[in-house]
Nanobody, 115 residues
């Protein structure tokens, strides 16, 4: 399994931007489908965006047009650029790697959107 470490969370005002990073380990990073999920207090974890091992992207309706997911297999890195942030984007954001029916998760990074 791949090990994942997220970074880049923090406090931002509404309308601001943040860039989350997920650093992976292991020699087969490129085979994994990668994704970002989030969990707000009292709510279930939900998908934000995914990127396949071929680079195809998929976004939740709430993220479409505001967030961009990308990956750099050489650096074993997945990023989530978040623009036009809203208070409802406040959550713990988790990086996910999926292959062969198995999921790996990072520890999460807190994103708080507040004035």
């Amino acid at each position: 399994q791949v090990q994942l470490v997220e970074s880049g969370g923090g406090l931002v005002q509404p309308g601001g931007s943040l860039r989350l990073s997920c650093a992976g380990s292991g020699s087969r990073f490129s085979i994994y489908a990668m994704g970002w999920y989030r969990q707000a207090p009292g709510k279930q974890r939900e998908l934000v965006a995914t990127i396949s091992n071929a680079g195809r992207t998929n976004y939740a309706d709430s993220a479409q047009g505001r967030f961009t997911i990308s990956r750099d297999n050489a650096k074993k890195l997945v990023t989530l650029q978040m623009n036009s942030l809203k208070p409802e984007d406040t959550a713990v954001y988790y990086c996910n790697a999926r292959a062969f029916g198995l999921d790996s998760w990072g520890q999460g990074t807190q994103v708080t959107v507040s004035s």
